[in-house]
């Protein structure tokens, strides 16, 4: 770990977050960060439990004249997007992030930072380790795998809380207090397939894209960033007259923009293949060229494979990925700029008789999420795929009357001397979640400057985390009386 990550301001911060991003915490994976955040407690003294589900509660009191205050609820969620660079060599299940500091920013070697929601986890590990910082009582909370179910925020039963107000450290831009946020469901579409043997005098060519930005696919989704699994899609369907293909493998995680595609065909007449394959491949990078400017769509001979799919099901997945809705849907009526409807084509994988198709389906409107899922559903079904719909859960609805949120703007404009954007978002936050069984509960997001998240390109701001850090200290003084 490099030295100049623990010598950043505020120190306590950085020093827990290079402690975090030491130990592997791929989500479903959390096993070793929920033992060590049981660790952190219990080396503090503070009482801390793990819930049914695995989610870690650490309990600490008010300080000294802060004993009226109401309990408040610092939450963040231990487990991270594991993404790195095709030519990256990493293992997330056992390797600790490798960190360095580029200018203004803190970055990671060829794979995600973990800053999302690692400086949030970290933050709220400062605030219970400090023996300086006057807060009301707290109760810590680390949930489990947010980035591919939430499981945690869903397994969180009522009981185990009584804070009154919750305050998620899982904003992206320090100038933003989030007040809503988009439900999600995840579509998988499956079918098995016949293999045809392949004939030896066939030509075999593995083509590739790489080189796409991907990014967060609810945070991201407006950008008009390309997606791996699509260009590939349309490569092939350019292709799906003189090829047959042998396998594909496209994408990664649900809540990933795909910026990777890789798909193994065979072809009888080299020639015709390679004119199609030309055309196809220029007019995507021209297209692309303003947004995607390292876009990379190669093709290469490789060894020929011993068989592959029918032509007619190799035409009904073409047809089916082609006709599956990529990015927004709908813009919200009422909110300005805000995505109210998406999908991402996440993951496409293609081999030995069976195809897997995984998407994520995004609204703050939990009507429009399910009218977009059930249009992606059956344009699967007349595919003849089988589909499944699973991982459901609600969006967080603003509430004007947020009495933590009057708190946060007063103290922002007093600090900053300007006033802060107060908006939902179309990412999957918990507070949706959470509220189900606490109801009763004021929540409000905010957070440092991070990009890029979900990719290797993620980074988290240096001075915009040491903004956030005086504005969280501040807050946590100025929460409201019993």
Same mark, same amino acid.
């Given at each position: ?7 950043? #301001? ?24 929920? !033992? ?38 610092? !939450? ?14 990493? @293992? ?154 042998? #396998? ?45 400017? @390292? ?41 300005? @700029? ?47 795929? @089988? ?96």
């Amino acid at each position: 770990m490099s030295q100049e990550i623990r010598n950043l #301001e505020p120190k306590a911060l950085w020093n827990n977050f290079a402690d975090l991003n030491a130990v592997p915490r791929p989500s479903k994976k959390e096993e070793r960060v929920r !033992q060590f955040m049981v660790d952190f407690g219990n080396k503090l003294g503070l009482p801390t439990q793990v819930d049914p589900v695995g989610n870690v509660i650490i309990k600490k009191p008010a300080t000294s004249g802060m004993e009226n205050r109401k309990t408040i609820v610092m !939450q963040s969620h231990l487990d991270m997007v594991c993404q790195k660079n095709n030519d990256t060599e990493f @293992d997330f299940d056992t390797q600790g992030i490798i960190m360095f500091v580029d200018g203004d920013w803190v970055k990671a070697k060829g794979t995600t930072l973990g800053a999302d929601n690692g400086i949030g986890v970290a933050s709220i590990m400062s605030v219970l380790e400090s023996k300086d910082i006057p807060h009301p009582a707290i109760e810590a909370l680390f949930t489990i795998d947010e980035e591919t179910g939430m499981t945690g925020a869903i397994g969180l039963q009522g009981g185990y809380l009584d804070g009154e107000i919750l305050l998620n450290l899982d904003t992206e831009d320090d100038d933003e207090i989030g007040v809503g946020c988009a439900g999600g469901i995840d579509i998988t579409a499956t079918k098995k397939y016949s293999l045809n043997k392949v004939a030896s005098e066939m030509h075999a060519f593995k083509i590739t894209v790489k080189g796409l930005q991907g990014g967060h696919s609810g945070m991201d989704i407006h950008k008009g960033f390309g997606n791996a699994n699509k260009m590939m899609n349309r490569i092939l369907y350019a292709l799906k007259d003189v090829v047959l293909i042998s #396998e594909i493998d496209g994408g990664s995680l649900r809540n990933a923009i795909p910026r990777e595609s890789n798909a193994v065909i065979i072809c009888e007449n080299e020639d015709k293949m390679g004119e199609i394959y030309n055309t196809i491949a220029a007019e995507i990078k021209t297209e692309y060229a303003t947004i995607e400017k @390292d876009l990379k769509i190669v093709i290469a001979n490789t060894v020929t494979p011993e068989f592959s799919m029918d032509s007619e099901a190799q035409n009904d997945l073409l047809k089916v990925i082609y006709a599956t809705h990529n990015g927004v849907f709908r813009m919200s009526p009422d909110i300005e @700029d805000l995505v109210e409807t998406s999908n991402n084509v996440a993951r496409v994988i293609v081999k030995e008789g069976g195809i897997k198709i995984g998407c994520l389906t995004r609204s703050s409107v939990e009507s429009g999420k399910m009218d977009l899922a059930y249009h992606i559903k059956s344009g699967f079904e007349l595919g003849s795929f @089988d589909v499944e719909l699973s991982g459901s859960y609600p969006g967080w609805k603003p509430n004007p009357n947020s009495a933590i949120l009057k708190v946060l703007e007063s103290v922002y404009e007093k600090m900053f001397n300007e006033k802060p954007n107060i908006l939902a978002c179309h990412a999957g936050l918990e507070c949706g979640i959470l509220g189900t069984n606490y109801p009763e509960m004021d929540m409000i997001s905010f957070g440092p400057n991070i990009r890029g998240a979900h990719s290797p390109d993620e980074r988290a701001g240096i001075s915009s985390t040491q903004k956030y850090w005086k504005y969280l200290l501040e807050i946590l003084e100025n929460i409201p009386v019993k």
